[in-house]
């Protein structure tokens, strides 16, 4: 039974960075492309970023490219999204999720994706 665990969010200052980490367990890491997701209050989830099985390959929406950075470490079964530069407007819950449907390219679409983790919020004060 593959699970995610998405930890790292909080409350922060515009300007300020955070990492948030997604750890894998019940398959090995490199099975799968990940991506994160996020979901703004009274808005549907949207893409944020997404990296294939190696990490060669990765995207960005339009929104976060320049100052987020997704990264992985397929030894410890994580993977990560580093965020700097933060503004008010990325305050939202994070989803990481996996898919194993073509690990090695990237994946921006929503339905790809057959396992999420349970969120975890970033609130980004201005």
């Known amino acids: 039974q593959v699970q995610l665990v998405e930890t790292g969010g909080g409350l922060v200052q515009a300007g300020a960075s955070l990492r948030l980490s997604c750890v894998v367990s019940?398959?090995?890491?490199?099975?799968?492309?990940m991506g994160w997701f996020r979901q703004a209050p009274g808005k549907a989830r949207e893409f944020v970023a997404t990296?294939?099985?190696?990490?060669?390959?990765?995207y960005y929406s339009d929104s976060v490219k320049g100052r987020f950075t997704i990264f992985r470490d397929n030894a410890k079964n994580t993977v990560y999204l580093q965020m700097n530069s933060l503004k008010p407007e990325d305050t939202a819950v994070y989803y990481c999720?996996?898919?194993?449907?073509?690990?090695?390219?990237?994946?921006?679409?929503?339905?790809?994706?057959?396992?999420w983790g349970q969120g975890t919020l970033v609130t980004v004060s201005s």
């Open positions: 990296i294939n099985w190696m990490g060669t390959n990765v």
């Open positions: 999720a996996a898919t194993d449907r073509d690990h090695t390219v990237v994946h921006r679409t929503e339905r790809t994706y057959d396992y």
């Open positions: 019940g398959r090995t890491l490199s099975d799968f492309a």
